[in-house]
């Protein structure tokens, strides 16, 4: 299917063109995003946290839901939300509720989850995020996405389809995983905005270690509400795409849906209110499910867990013992550098261009080795930069390679970058050397350069007789 591009402008209102006549469709896009707790346990159970552990080897009697047994809420996971909550701006509810959200799956061995449908653990926060203007990263505007709620809730276990002997399988290693549900107001336009929004969440949530949100793992998952309407009219029919696992394939399946959504209605259709999956290979969303009913999860409160009642400094009770008790200011004094300040502090300690700044803080592990580099060389972090990002990020890039798993440290690039600063070798020479070392064979930038004879000549005399020589030379023929 051919597909029309949707662009974000600087105001953020996404105007895709409509048939001569009509009035432009303004597209509304909302996120809800699952993203697992960084903890050694589950939610309500002792059992141990492990991806890719063999199937149904990490399941408590409770995770399996056998008769009689009871949740005991992790500590450790309460607090990622609080710490994530104030991260995000939100409020905390110092006393917040667990409900059972009915649903039958058969890798939901209760028929239930237990989730915060009325009061949540935080709410009303928001995440500013940068976005580029097309596509050049000189030219960035900051935008902003209301959060409407966190809440604690536990993971479901994993289905695991075998077309080959019609069967589905069951691994409940999953069931029970904290998870933290960030839901996001419909205040985006467009997938790239999507996208870049779910980038800095992912940051943030790294950085605080609430969760590693790698989503290769599925430890970050997306559910994209998307709708268009004309302007002045109310919102459209919205279908929502199901457990997007990358952030690329985000902001493809959500542009895809609204063109899609565009066509539907310009060749006289309907949108259905109907869940549906992107197919990454395909390229397009296709149908899953349709909502036309509503299902009733029938909603309870949760009768094995009381209130989860939180403290600040003020409403701490005299007495009390530290360890039973979560304080959130006590949280709040001990957030680290979020990324916005981290990049605020790069530009303004190094010089760097704020884009830059972007760029190191997007790839895991990039503004450390360049901190590393600037350290360890005479070169200034202006020139480090460029080869940083030039050249180091593109070596990595061709071979799908992380930083942490570059032949190239940041004690050989520094060691390079010196010779170049001294005048001990050209940029083209440095550029050869820095070839060389890709290759992971041992060897310093000292050792390539005398082996390779790439010194620049220093001394006036030899330099002259060089000369001299090739003069000569040309003579005699």
């Not at 996208?195 to 969440?201: D, F, I, M, S």
């Not at 001294?422 to 064979?441: C, D, F, M, R, Y």
């Not at 005398?450 to 000549?457: D, N």
């Amino acid at each position: 299917r051919r597909q029309r591009a949707v662009a974000c402008n600087v105001r953020g209102a996404a105007v895709p063109a409509g048939k001569s006549g009509l009035p432009p469709w303004i597209p509304v896009v909302g996120l809800e995003i699952h993203a697992q707790i960084s903890s050694n346990s589950k939610l309500f159970s002792g059992s141990q946290v492990q991806f890719a552990a063999p199937p149904n080897s990490l399941v408590s009697f409770f995770d399996a839901s056998l008769p009689g047994t009871l949740p005991v809420l992790n500590r450790r996971c309460v607090e990622a939300a609080v710490m994530t909550g104030l991260a995000l701006n939100c409020s905390i509810n110092k006393k917040s509720l667990f409900d059972r959200k009915h649903y039958f799956y058969a890798d939901l061995p209760a028929g239930y989850q237990i989730t915060q449908h009325r009061v949540p653990i935080a709410v009303n926060g928001s995440l500013s995020y940068r976005l580029c203007i097309d596509n050049k990263m000189s030219q960035m505007v900051t935008k902003t996405v209301r959060i409407k709620q966190i809440q604690l809730e536990q993971d479901s276990g994993k289905s695991l389809h075998d077309d080959t002997r019609s069967q589905t399988l069951v691994d409940l290693n999953r069931a029970g995983v904290g998870l933290m549900e960030v839901v996001m107001e419909p205040d985006m336009c467009c997938g790239e905005e999507a996208a870049a929004a779910v980038r800095e969440l992912q940051l943030i949530l790294q950085t605080l270690g609430s969760s590693q949100a790698v989503m290769a793992e599925g430890q970050l998952r997306v559910d994209a509400n998307v709708s268009v309407h004309h302007p002045g009219e109310p919102y459209g029919v919205r279908t929502e795409v199901k457990n997007i696992n990358s952030i690329r394939f985000l902001a493809k399946a959500v542009d895809y849906e609204i063109q899609r959504q565009i066509e539907e209605l310009e060749n006289g259709g309907t949108i259905l209110n109907e869940t549906r999956a992107f197919d990454s290979k395909l390229g397009c969303t296709v149908p899953m499910r349709d909502k036309e009913g509503k299902q009733d999860y029938r909603f309870m409160p949760e009768p094995n867990l009381p209130p989860l009642i939180l403290y600040d400094a003020k409403s701490l009770p005299a007495n009390m013992n530290h360890q039973q008790v979560i304080n959130i200011d006590w949280i709040h004094e001990r957030l680290p550098d979020l990324p916005s300040v981290k990049r605020e502090k790069l530009v303004e300690k190094y010089g760097i261009l704020p884009e830059h700044s972007f760029t190191l803080l997007n790839e895991d592990g990039l503004a450390e080795f360049f901190e590393s580099v600037v350290k360890q060389t005479q070169m200034k972090p202006k020139k480090v930069i460029g080869w940083i990002l030039n050249d180091l990020l593109s070596y990595l890039k061709q071979r799908s390679l992380t930083v942490k798993e570059s032949p190239v440290s940041s004690f050989l690039l520094a060691d390079l970058l010196n010779l170049l600063e001294k005048k001990e070798i050209s940029s083209t020479a440095a550029k050869q050397v820095l070839a060389e070392l890709w290759k992971g064979e041992g060897k310093t930038p000292l050792e390539i350069v005398k082996e390779q004879k790439l010194e620049l000549l220093q001394d006036q005399k030899e330099l002259e007789q060089i000369c001299q020589a090739v003069i000569d030379e040309q003579e005699n023929e």
